[in-house]
């Protein structure tokens, strides 16, 4: 089975662009993840999806940030407009769902570089 | 508040000997999961074992062992005869609070030959 599948690897765009960051989870999983990690501050969670529904996006450090779930096989993270401060690597991962299934499993990061 | 402390910046193994990972937890919750992912320097995210805390028996996938000590609220990770390809970042993570995820800073494994 193909894992969790991200696009771009990497991105390196302009302070002020948009950025579109996409993931698709593992067929049959039905939640789906989006984490920033740096340096400064680790692994962190930004929000999560259930069923393409957001649930919890209290980690979306601002308004600049925007993530969707049209459907159950694709989600996208978008910065608009971008800053240095937020390049980092973003991981998209996915769940399935029901008891004794709680493990996330990651897709490979997109590394963002914002000049 | 949830949080998870990994106190070991870094770590020195010899090869073919065993390795101990420490992982603190704090929540108030009673259904929470533990989890342990390996981050080689190819960046990947590798899941290596889970915990859930209702579960009684401490958790095994074949070199990888999770030593739950639920009163103590700790979780280390025990790798068995280290290998050259176990070098890498570890990752204690926690789900506690619904879906919520979170991590701890990490500790870089050296293994040695």
């Known amino acids: 089975d193909a894992g969790v599948i991200q696009s771009p690897r990497h991105e390196v765009t302009e302070m002020g662009q948009e950025v579109t960051l996409r993931c698709k989870p593992i067929s049959g999983h039905d939640y789906l993840f989006w984490y920033r990690q740096t340096m400064m501050r680790g692994l962190e969670l930004l929000i999560y999806f259930n069923n393409n529904v957001p649930i919890d996006d209290s980690g979306m450090p601002e308004d600049r940030f925007s993530a969707k779930m049209p459907n159950a096989s694709f989600s996208t993270l978008k910065i608009q407009p971008s800053e240095p401060r937020d390049s980092a690597v973003y991981f998209c991962?996915?769940?399935?769902?029901?008891?004794?299934?709680?493990?996330?499993?990651f897709g490979p990061g997109t590394r963002l570089t914002v000049l | 508040a949830q949080k998870i402390t990994q106190t070991q910046p870094g770590m020195f193994v010899q090869e073919k000997e065993a390795v101990t990972l420490d992982c603190t937890y704090d929540t108030s919750d009673q259904s929470y999961g533990l989890f342990w992912y390996k981050q080689p320097s190819s960046g990947e995210m590798i899941f290596l074992i889970y915990?859930?805390?209702?579960?009684?028996q401490n958790a095994t996938e074949g070199r990888y062992s999770l030593n739950f000590q639920k009163a103590r609220k700790s979780a280390n990770l025990v790798i068995s005869a280290s290998q050259l390809g176990d070098s890498a970042m570890y990752f204690c993570?926690?789900?506690?609070?619904?879906?919520?995820?979170?991590f701890g800073a990490g500790t870089r494994l050296f293994v040695k030959a």
């Open positions: 993570a926690m789900r506690a609070g619904g879906f919520k995820t979170i």
């Open positions: 915990q859930g805390s209702y579960d009684e």
């Open positions: 991962a996915s769940r399935g769902g029901g008891h004794g299934t709680d493990t996330q499993y």
